[in-house]
């Protein structure tokens, strides 16, 4: 979805978006039932993410067996060439990395930005052209993906920096 902006090589070099610790699992995708049953089908652990108000919609996340909260824990999607799903497969959070849908700190649903070391969006330039892509041709969608999964609207997140207001005019 952003290929114009980054790169498939520069985000398989990168993959800064595909490790976590277990403090920051709550960065994982959410899943949609239907991708769900597809990775349980493919032996991908998986488990149900807490629900929040407002969201009704059954959600799962990738799995992390390590219980030590600063133990590096790669994606089990990552493969040596990047992510083992095609793109037309993969959750719709990667796809739009470094984007997120997340509220705002007012609670307003919004488009954010990730500000702490994507390389992609390092160069002023580049993250000037993403927000505008966000904010213009890729809203339709993020909009359509919102309505229909709201669960993947995240709690506010100091790493980030609100571009827009999601359901703005």
Same mark, same amino acid.
């Given at each position: 979805?952003?290929?114009?902006?980054?790169?498939?090589?520069?985000?398989?070099?990168?993959?800064?978006?595909?490790?976590?610790?277990?403090?920051?699992?709550?960065?994982?995708?959410?899943?949609?039932?239907?991708?769900?049953?597809?990775?349980?089908?493919?032996?991908?652990?998986?488990?149900?993410?807490?629900?929040?108000?407002?969201?009704?919609?059954?959600?799962?996340?990738?799995?992390?067996?390590?219980? *030590?909260?600063?133990?590096?824990?790669?994606?089990?999607?990552?493969?040596?060439?990047?992510?083992?799903?095609?793109?037309?497969?993969?959750?719709?959070?990667?796809?739009?990395?470094?984007?997120?849908?997340?509220?705002?700190?007012?609670?307003?649903?919004?488009?954010?930005?990730? *500000?702490?070391?994507?390389?992609?969006?390092?160069?002023?330039?580049?993250?000037?052209?993403?927000?505008?892509?966000?904010?213009?041709?890729?809203?339709?969608?993020?909009?359509?993906?919102?309505?229909?999964?709201?669960?993947?609207?995240?709690?506010?997140?100091?790493?980030?920096?609100?571009?827009?207001?999601?359901?703005?005019?």
């Amino acid at each position: 979805m952003l290929t114009e902006f980054i790169s498939a090589e520069q985000c398989a070099n990168c993959r800064l978006c595909c490790n976590f610790h277990r403090s920051s699992a709550w960065e994982s995708p959410s899943l949609h039932p239907e991708l769900a049953d597809r990775l349980r089908q493919r032996g991908i652990p998986l488990k149900k993410r807490e629900e929040r108000p407002g969201c009704a919609a059954e959600t799962f996340e990738l799995h992390f067996h390590s219980q *030590n909260p600063e133990e590096p824990a790669l994606c089990p999607l990552l493969g040596s060439e990047g992510c083992i799903l095609p793109r037309k497969e993969r959750p719709f959070e990667c796809l739009i990395w470094p984007l997120r849908l997340m509220f705002s700190s007012e609670g307003i649903p919004s488009i954010a930005l990730y *500000n702490a070391g994507c390389p992609a969006v390092l160069l002023p330039k580049d993250r000037e052209k993403l927000i505008q892509f966000a904010a213009g041709p890729l809203l339709p969608t993020l909009r359509r993906y919102a309505a229909s999964f709201p669960s993947v609207i995240r709690p506010f997140h100091p790493n980030y920096t609100i571009i827009g207001e999601l359901n703005s005019k």
